[in-house]
């Protein structure tokens, strides 16, 4: 699965520079995952991430080249949560090493919206997580009881990371959480970028012709590599 390595690429291109801070995933350190979504109210809520008029952003990209995935970890660019004492800018990156995803285009792609649905079931204690899959945006609420108890994005992102892992083809997990305003605001539209290609294999799948001179999804194929490819191979395949 290449479609996404250029994005990954380019993302990590644009975060060069800056020195994140880095965590080995343990599993035994995750924030406790309440099974169920959770509400903080306002009034309990001790700020928000990508809430508001602050940027947010949220992408997940799979890829089966080893090296853009080294190992299990969480990066975090910017402030982490103790450190913050009011509403910030928000990103939270998924990047996945996976196996061969059961073969066919077909496969690919189920396989692929099932590894993006995760993240609508993680549910981390006292961390409100709001997605909206229209405009790519992630916001979080969190909870002054949660910030008492010390929550932190190294648990948060190990809650993440076990998530992932329940899919039996993602090998690897990289979370990457952001809490830089100008960054942030770059990476919505990465966001979309990713959202552009996974719905153009969507229409792919549902029997496109293969004529890319009237196409209006041409733009998107001139830009990202191996989706010619795959559209073509499925219709030599039928
Ligand atoms: S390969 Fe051609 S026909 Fe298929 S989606 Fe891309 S531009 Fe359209």
Redesign the pocket.
């Known amino acids: 699965m290449e479609l996404y390595n250029n994005i990954i690429t380019a993302t990590r291109a644009q975060l060069d520079g800056a020195a994140p801070r880095q965590w080995d995933y343990d599993p035994a350190n995750a924030w406790r995952d309440t099974g169920e979504s959770e509400l903080v109210m306002m009034r309990d809520a001790a700020f928000e991430l990508g809430g508001g008029s602050c940027p947010s952003a949220n992408f997940t990209c799979v890829t089966s080249d080893e090296a853009l995935v080294p190992k299990d970890e969480i990066l975090l660019y910017g402030k982490d949560l103790p450190e913050l004492n009011g509403d910030v800018s928000f990103a939270r990156l998924a990047f996945l090493l996976v196996d061969d995803l059961g073969g066919d285009d077909e496969a690919t792609y189920q396989a692929i919206r099932d590894m993006e649905f995760v993240k609508y079931h993680v549910f981390p204690e006292g961390y409100m997580v709001r997605i909206s899959s229209e405009s790519n945006r992630e916001q979080v609420r969190l909870s002054k009881a949660a910030v008492s108890r010390g929550i932190d994005f190294k648990r948060v992102g190990a809650a993440y990371i076990k998530g992932y892992h329940r899919n039996e083809h993602v090998k690897r997990v990289q979370i990457v959480f952001i809490t830089d305003n100008a960054v942030v605001a770059e990476l919505a539209k990465t966001a979309k970028k990713v959202d552009d290609i996974t719905k153009?294999l969507t229409?792919?799948l549902e029997g496109?012709?293969?004529?890319?001179g009237s196409?209006?999804?041409?733009p998107?194929?001139?830009e990202v590599e191996g989706?010619?490819e795959?559209?073509?191979g499925m219709r030599n395949k039928g």
């Open positions: 153009t229409h792919i496109l012709p293969t004529d890319c196409c209006s999804l041409k998107i194929c001139d989706m010619r795959m559209h073509f």
